[in-house]
């Protein structure tokens, strides 16, 4: 029953890397996690840094920003704390006068409450006491509470692109769940050729902390939006296993044997309401993507690994 799961959880692998390729080609041609940056850092810049213009228009024009992007007109889709910080200075004090932050953010156009930039940069320089480190690292914070809002935004969307790439990939290729089970406990063949699959997906990609799986700690939840991969090419080698399992498994879309007795109308219901269920959690499976079934499939592979050895000395005496 193990290896039924492994099998089942290895396709699931198989079509998420498919889906996960999609998802990501799809936003990146749509520069989601650049729109969405901009988004969020409009909301946090809200305002001005000159007498006659935006504050926001003004950092995405940083020459610091600029050498983040691929062009001119073109958004980033990452931006780093730090990098947004030292953006952020530099704009405050663009001759390197080093006056004190008080000085700067008095010079800023406007109230307080009239140029919202203005108020905020206000009062982080009072919760830091003036202290330029502390100052740039109140900064830093700021705009991880801001990106992590927009992680969220971008999730909804790659949820939802996610979903509509499953369905494509299970309705083209008649990805029955239940059917795939029922084939996997009679068929031990199919079984071996599915755990090998396993292995090959495992020694292929080493663990690692991925951060489509997990938020990046090591800089900052800012990093959640754009940290996770660039888009990757949806690769020939990953159709390609998904055909060569899709015929050890003997799925795809078929003409119905017309030599076969035609079943009772009672059957005919029963089967379609299989089939829809299948077809079902099959979508939503694939639509969790690649990195969850990695995990998954690393846990239940080391749980296989732990538990042969024993059935294996179990076996020893009795055929003794």
């Not at 015929?247 to 795809?252: E, I, S």
């Amino acid at each position: 029953m193990l290896d039924v799961l492994i099998g089942l959880i290895t396709l699931y692998l198989v079509y998420g890397l498919a889906c996960t390729a999609i998802v990501e080609a799809v936003a990146a041609k749509l520069s989601w996690r650049g729109k969405q940056l901009r988004n969020a850092l409009d909301e946090l810049l809200a305002g001005q840094l000159e007498a006659d213009g935006n504050a926001a228009d003004a950092f995405f024009m940083h020459p610091l920003i600029q050498s983040l992007s691929k062009g001119q007109n073109s958004l980033p889709s990452y931006i780093s704390a730090p990098a947004f910080a030292r953006t952020v200075r530099a704009l405050l004090d663009p001759t390197g006068t080093a006056q004190s932050l008080q000085t700067l953010i008095d010079q800023l156009p406007g109230s307080d409450d009239s140029n919202r930039i203005k108020g905020l940069l206000r009062a982080l320089a009072m919760d830091t006491q003036n202290d330029a480190v502390a100052f740039g690292k109140a900064l830093e914070s700021q705009f991880d509470l801001v990106m992590e809002r927009a992680t969220g935004w971008f999730k909804k969307n790659t949820q939802t692109l996610s979903l509509v790439a499953a369905a494509a990939l299970v309705l083209a290729t008649n990805f029955d769940t239940i059917a795939v089970v029922n084939r996997l406990t009679l068929d031990e063949q199919a079984r071996a050729v599915l755990i090998k699959a396993a292995e090959q997906q495992l020694s292929a990609n080493p663990p690692a902390n991925d951060a489509t799986a997990q938020p990046a700690t090591n800089t900052g939840t800012a990093q959640n939006l754009a940290a996770q991969p660039a888009a990757q090419p949806l690769e020939g080698k990953e159709l390609q296993l998904i055909i060569d399992l899709g015929q050890t498994l003997g799925l795809g879309w078929r003409s119905s044997d017309k030599s076969k007795k035609q079943p009772e109308k009672s059957d005919n219901w029963q089967t379609h309401l299989s089939k829809l269920v299948g077809l079902a959690i099959s979508i939503l499976a694939v639509s969790l993507g690649a990195p969850f079934w990695f995990d998954m499939l690393q846990r239940v592979m080391q749980l296989r690994s732990s538990i042969k050895p024993k059935a294996e000395e179990q076996k020893k005496p009795a055929s003794s």
